[in-house]
Structures are given as C-alpha cells and as structure tokens.
C-alpha cells in the first residue's frame, strides 16, 4: 500500500495529529539534516515508522495532557477555512466554492485539504460531522 512520509514547515499539534491520523508513516520538519530525510525515506520505505524526536516530544506532551482524551479539541481554523467548512456542510462540491467565495478552484482544494488535516478527518462528511459536533457550524 501507500506509505506517506510528511515533510512540512508546521509543527503545530494539530498539522502533526492530522497527518498522522491520516495515515502518515512520518513526520519531518523542513530544516532537517539531509541524513535525516534519506533516513525517514528508507525507514517508511521498509514499511517502518518515523518521527523526528521534536515532532516525537510534541506528541508525547499532547497525549500526556490528556488531549485527546474524551473531549475532542477544537481545531485552530482560520476564517476562510470555517467558510469553507460551512458551504461542505451545505454541499458544495469545490468548484462551487470556488465561485462562491471568488477563488480559483485549486484554493478551494487546498482549504479542503488543510481543514482535513488539522481535523484529522478522513473526508468531507467526517469534517462536517466533527464540525457540528464540535459547534463549529451549524447544520440545517
């Protein structure tokens, strides 16, 4: 199957939780040592997994606090995203979006993405599930 090595300049709980409830094998932050990268890519290759020891100690902190405990957290979405979120909720397919909130539909896309990860959502319906439930939107 597909294995994924995430190689990003966020390091925020919720990017890291997203990807790799997502799926992610991995997870590097953009600054680390060549080595290091060659190395993530041969270990999630082989079928292991990698996590760089400061994303490794940010996890660790988060499951200590209890954060993912019975009350899920609210993501930190911005603005646009919540939009975004709420036209999903009412169905719009990304294109639609696009039209709606005058982007191109490649920005749509990619708020969609972005709102998925820092959910840690598998797809739109989950995201708007976790949204509601959450009291982030409300559903009609």
């Not at 094998?25 to 060549?34: E, F, H, I, N, S």
């Not at 639609?96 to 840690?120: N, P, Q, W």
Request: charged content about 25%; proline content about 3%; aromatic content about 4%.
């Amino acid at each position: 199957g597909l294995r994924a090595l995430v190689f990003t300049a966020f390091d925020t709980d919720e990017r890291i939780l997203g990807a790799l409830r997502a799926g992610a094998q991995g997870y590097l932050l953009k600054g680390a040592p060549r080595n290091e990268l060659f190395t993530a890519i041969r270990v999630v290759h082989e079928g292991g997994s990698l996590l760089q020891p400061v994303v490794a100690s940010r996890l660790l902190r988060h499951v200590s606090a209890g954060a993912d405990d019975e009350q899920p957290q609210k993501p930190a979405l911005t603005q646009r995203e919540l939009e975004v979120l709420r036209l999903i909720g009412q169905g719009l397919r990304n294109q639609e979006i696009a039209e709606r909130l005058v982007i191109s539909e490649r920005t749509a896309k990619f708020h969609v993405s972005s709102i998925l990860a820092k959910m840690g959502a598998s797809n739109r319906t989950e995201a708007v599930k976790m949204a509601a439930q959450l009291g982030l939107i409300q559903l009609s």
